[in-house]
């Protein structure tokens, strides 16, 4: 068993109270929004914060890793601030001081309580099937739009991190990471008006987990640009006529527990195998490039996108700066992005680096939506439509991240096709 690995774990409800809404079409909260933290040290210190918010800007992550480092002083390149993209949140609005002001304490209560049991870790990995995501790509008569399609490319893999304490064997931690947004309520509106807040189906789960096998429960969202779950409270149905919106209002959140319960279970048959075979990590490494991709054009604003055959992509002759981050734990390598990419392109990345347990992480330290393909632009999907990313970006990321992959001794021997 590695005792060279230490590390702890929290987590912090950001606690709304009735008097704090409305915020935004928010207008009362479901279940809580939580921020959870991981912190690792083998030689090198590292911090991971997972937030139940649906996308956070630069500028905001880097507040956040700024103040982490003046009370605790962890350097800020050493830490990762992801979303769990539940889009039953708000966003961080300088309009509401107040939930930002409460998303702030939480980071840094999370934090304080990670750090306040610095104990012995040992690792180990595992991957489970789950039937819960599929493509969000259908045609209509009146071009590509969002929906379920079951025939498109999904990858089902659940990639989990089991995290125990080595003095008690007690299961510390559970990470897991997947192509599987958790959107169930995303657009669902309540009876009287206005949303709930709700951590979703992935906040569900992680509650669940924690309630019955493990302290804390962080999800990592994968290639899941192009992706859905499987049922979804509020539902775009398609006639030969026009798009109908159908929506269950509160009745949604069964389907949020009835597919947090199989996700959950999915993850408890990885949980219950005995013998975990602990893998060696004697330090952690962590690597950071900023890149420039092609800027096109936005000419008309997401919620007034629909389905169509044309579409203007045209190029803007700027560029846009992204950030490829990385993290190798031993023979684990987290690959951090910031754009949504679809699960197949999520299979691309995974196969640039040479090892067997690849986690790739979308929406870290920073958001941009969304990283289309060359099919995106040819079937004008709502991808191609909604982001600032040209044709062709696609194919020079993945060539971007091999170059970061080999600069950074992440292991990397394919090349581009």
């Not at 008006?193 to 669940?208: F, H, M, N, P, Q």
């Not at 640009?225 to 499987?230: E, F, H, T, W």
């Not at 490039?289 to 800027?295: M, S």
């Not at 690849?358 to 969304?370: E, L, R, T």
């Amino acid at each position: 068993m590695n005792e060279s690995l230490h590390g702890g774990v929290g987590k912090a409800q950001i606690k709304l109270r009735t008097q704090d809404f409305p915020i935004k079409e928010f207008v009362c909260q479901h279940d809580p929004l939580y921020i959870r933290a991981l912190f690792l040290q083998a030689k090198t210190e590292f911090l991971l914060l997972s937030l139940d918010l649906t996308s956070l800007t630069e500028s905001m992550v880097y507040d956040l890793k700024a103040s982490v480092y003046e009370e605790f002083n962890i350097p800020i390149e050493n830490i990762w601030i992801t979303v769990t993209h539940t889009f039953s949140a708000p966003h961080l609005d300088k309009s509401y001081p107040i939930f930002i002001k409460k998303v702030k304490e939480a980071v840094q209560l999370s934090v304080s309580r990670a750090l306040e049991r610095v104990t012995k870790l040992a690792i180990s990995t595992d991957s489970v099937t789950t039937s819960l995501n599929c493509s969000r790509n259908i045609e209509t008569p009146f071009g590509w739009w969002l929906g379920r399609n079951d025939l498109e490319y999904s990858n089902h893999d659940i990639r989990i991190l089991k995290i125990y304490e080595i003095k008690t064997d007690h299961l510390l931690c559970v990470l897991f990471n997947g192509d599987l947004p958790p959107s169930v309520m995303a657009d669902s509106y309540l009876e009287q008006g206005g949303k709930a807040v709700s951590s979703d189906l992935i906040g569900y789960t992680c509650r669940k987990l924690e309630e019955t096998v493990t302290q804390t429960a962080i999800f990592i969202l994968g290639a899941a640009g192009d992706q859905r779950p499987l049922e979804k409270s509020c539902e775009d149905i398609v006639s030969e006529e026009c798009l109908k919106r159908n929506d269950l209002h509160e009745a949604g959140f069964k389907l949020v527990e009835t597919q947090g319960d199989r996700l959950y279970e999915e993850i408890c048959s990885s949980l219950v195998k005995p013998n975990p075979i602990f893998l060696p990590i004697k330090a952690i490494s962590i690597y950071e490039k900023k890149v420039f991709l092609e800027e096109k054009v936005m000419p008309i604003p997401t919620k007034e996108l629909k389905p169509t055959k044309h579409f203007d992509f045209s190029k803007t002759g700027r560029q846009q700066e992204l950030t490829i981050a990385g993290v190798s734990l031993g023979s684990i390598v987290l690959l951090g992005i910031q754009p949504e990419v679809n699960s197949l392109f999520g299979e691309k990345l995974r196969e640039l680096v040479n090892v067997q347990t690849v986690f790739i992480a979308s929406m870290v330290n920073g958001a941009i939506k969304y990283l289309p393909e060359e099919k995106d632009f040819e079937r004008v999907t709502y991808t191609a439509m909604n982001t600032q990313l040209g044709r062709g970006s696609s194919k020079q990321f993945l060539e971007e991240v091999r170059r970061f992959l080999k600069e950074s001794n992440l292991s990397v021997d394919k090349q581009i096709n």
